[in-house]
């Protein structure tokens, strides 16, 4: 295995457990997650079971039409993320919940979702500038910009609003973290790309678009 393998290797897994604590943070601020996680979320609370296990079922659904349209997304990463990332988001929450105060006024409930902006956005840079695999959710907007001819920005804003409306029906919290999420980290993600996550990958230039 080369060096410039096991970098991104590093980049890809330590993206995912950083995006873990991202929404940990999240979830913390009581604002409204990403719309992914948000929907995973409200469901898990609507049916009463675990926030994981809905995140590894839904994701099972969407890995089915990655492997039967989207083979090529598929890698290292797809399994990291679709297995791992709930179970790291809930220790992170669960670690933070017992060992910090949850935040009751709009103040620090605003400095957690900040620092829940960057955690996500440093997380998202790392795990796309690896270039080791699509999460399967991620998959579907790249999937419908491939075969459509329509934008992959358009395509994500879809997925997007699909999960932010299942979210809602479920009476998962839709807020500011919610709308940050879907519109506002490019300028974050960019900004990381280009100081943290191509120095660690041994990379330059543009990444592939994966929210």
Not at 25 to 30: D, E, G, N, V
Not at 65 to 85: D, Q, S
Request: net charge neutral.
């Amino acid at each position: 295995m080369s060096e410039n393998t096991v970098r991104r290797f590093f980049s890809m897994f330590m993206g995912n457990v950083i995006m873990g604590l991202g929404v940990a943070l999240f979830k913390l601020s009581l604002m409204g997650n990403d719309p992914c996680n948000g929907m995973y979320m409200a469901i898990a609370d609507r049916i009463g079971i675990a926030y994981f296990i809905v995140s590894i079922a839904v994701s099972s659904l969407c890995f089915v039409f990655e492997a039967l349209f989207g083979r090529k997304y598929i890698g290292a990463g797809t399994l990291v993320n679709w297995f791992g990332v709930g179970y790291i988001a809930t220790f992170f929450h669960n670690l933070l919940t017992e060992h910090c105060p949850v935040p009751q006024d709009f103040l620090p409930r605003l400095a957690v979702m900040a620092v829940g902006v960057l955690v996500l956005s440093l997380s998202v840079s790392l795990y796309q500038t690896a270039d080791m695999g699509i999460s399967p959710y991620d998959s579907l907007s790249l999937i419908l910009a491939d075969r459509l001819p329509i934008p992959y920005f358009w395509c994500r804003i879809f997925t997007d609003c699909v999960c932010t409306a299942v979210a809602f029906a479920c009476g998962g919290i839709i807020g500011l973290g919610t709308l940050i999420c879907a519109l506002g980290l490019g300028p974050f993600i960019s900004f990381f790309n280009r100081y943290v996550s191509e120095k660690l990958c041994g990379v330059s230039g543009s990444t592939p678009p994966t929210p």
